[in-house]
């Protein structure tokens, strides 16, 4: 049984219809009901079980209460996937509403953290799995996205530790960073003021599908590997960015240019 956040579109979405192929039950949490409800719908056309559940995770209670559902629809919890999360567009000093790196860190890094403490006892007695998605940016810094960079640094730094604590109890940790994925997300990154920035800047036909990522999360998954980057390009920046950061900077700065 697992319990998905960020259910109603992009990545979520993707992952969701992907395990319900491969019959899986499902609870499928977001703010957004009627997006909920047709993704839902298309997990059991695709020969899944899937229950809605409209959940902030930014608000704690929403998080406990997310959990108590999924235990009373299916009296246990098999893996608890935190990819719920924002993005933004904005230099530091064009930003005139600072809020916007509170809600950044609750969206992206304390939903993941009251989420998971809340499903920890369920997923101790079932000898689960949690996933949590991070991002290129947990090791990799980009210029306009301090506010989520800084919340997949963070959200990384948790869940290594967490997989450490969580040694020898059965639960296992399984961190997933994608490189750039071509979803709604970036529509809705937000911008100076606070607000959606209203479009995108990346090239889709460049970037990885959310169903290519859904795919390598759910081997991934399978697997109960610790850490997966989604990206060749992601994993020679992580160890480059050591080695030779001034040569990373260039080519970052590049491939936002380009949008990939």
Same mark, same amino acid.
């Given at each position: 049984m697992v319990v998905l956040t960020?259910?109603?579109?992009?990545? +979520?979405?993707?992952?969701?219809?992907?395990?319900?192929?491969?019959?899986?039950?499902? %609870?499928?949490?977001a703010r957004d009901e009627t997006a909920l409800a047709e993704v839902a719908e298309a997990c059991r056309l695709s020969g899944g079980e899937a229950r809605v559940v409209p959940t902030d995770v930014?608000?704690?209670?929403?998080? +406990?209460?997310? %959990?108590?559902?999924? #235990?009373?629809?299916?009296?246990?919890?098999? #893996?608890l996937v935190n990819n719920a999360g924002g993005t933004m567009i904005a230099r530091l000093d064009e930003v005139t509403d600072v809020s916007l790196y509170d809600r950044l860190t609750r969206l992206n890094y304390l939903s993941a953290v009251h989420l998971t403490w809340h499903a920890l006892p369920h997923l101790e007695r079932t000898s689960g799995l949690i996933v949590v998605m991070a991002s290129l940016q947990s090791f990799l810094a980009l210029p306009t996205r301090t506010g989520y960079t800084a919340a997949k640094h963070a959200v990384f730094g948790f869940f290594e530790a967490l997989r450490l604590e969580l040694r020898g109890t059965g639960v296992d940790v399984t961190i997933v960073a994608p490189?750039? %994925?071509?979803?709604?997300?970036?529509?809705?990154?937000?911008?100076?003021?606070?607000?959606?920035? +209203?479009?995108?800047?990346? #090239?889709?036909?460049? %970037?990885?599908?959310?169903?290519?990522?859904?795919?390598?999360?759910i081997r991934a998954m399978e697997r109960r590997t610790p850490l997966v980057i989604t990206s060749l390009r992601g994993r020679i920046a992580r160890v480059a960015r050591v080695l030779v950061p001034r040569v990373v900077d260039w080519f970052v700065l590049r491939a936002m240019a380009r949008g990939h």
């Amino acid at each position: 049984m697992v319990v998905l956040t960020g259910a109603s579109s992009g990545i +979520g979405r993707a992952l969701a219809l992907a395990l319900a192929k491969r019959g899986a039950r499902l %609870v499928l949490a977001a703010r957004d009901e009627t997006a909920l409800a047709e993704v839902a719908e298309a997990c059991r056309l695709s020969g899944g079980e899937a229950r809605v559940v409209p959940t902030d995770v930014t608000e704690p209670e929403d998080c +406990g209460r997310l %959990v108590a559902a999924s #235990v009373a629809a299916f009296g246990r919890i098999d #893996v608890l996937v935190n990819n719920a999360g924002g993005t933004m567009i904005a230099r530091l000093d064009e930003v005139t509403d600072v809020s916007l790196y509170d809600r950044l860190t609750r969206l992206n890094y304390l939903s993941a953290v009251h989420l998971t403490w809340h499903a920890l006892p369920h997923l101790e007695r079932t000898s689960g799995l949690i996933v949590v998605m991070a991002s290129l940016q947990s090791f990799l810094a980009l210029p306009t996205r301090t506010g989520y960079t800084a919340a997949k640094h963070a959200v990384f730094g948790f869940f290594e530790a967490l997989r450490l604590e969580l040694r020898g109890t059965g639960v296992d940790v399984t961190i997933v960073a994608p490189d750039w %994925v071509a979803t709604e997300a970036h529509h809705r990154a937000l911008g100076p003021d606070g607000r959606p920035f +209203g479009r995108s800047l990346l #090239v889709s036909s460049k %970037v990885m599908t959310a169903e290519a990522c859904a795919l390598l999360t759910i081997r991934a998954m399978e697997r109960r590997t610790p850490l997966v980057i989604t990206s060749l390009r992601g994993r020679i920046a992580r160890v480059a960015r050591v080695l030779v950061p001034r040569v990373v900077d260039w080519f970052v700065l590049r491939a936002m240019a380009r949008g990939h």
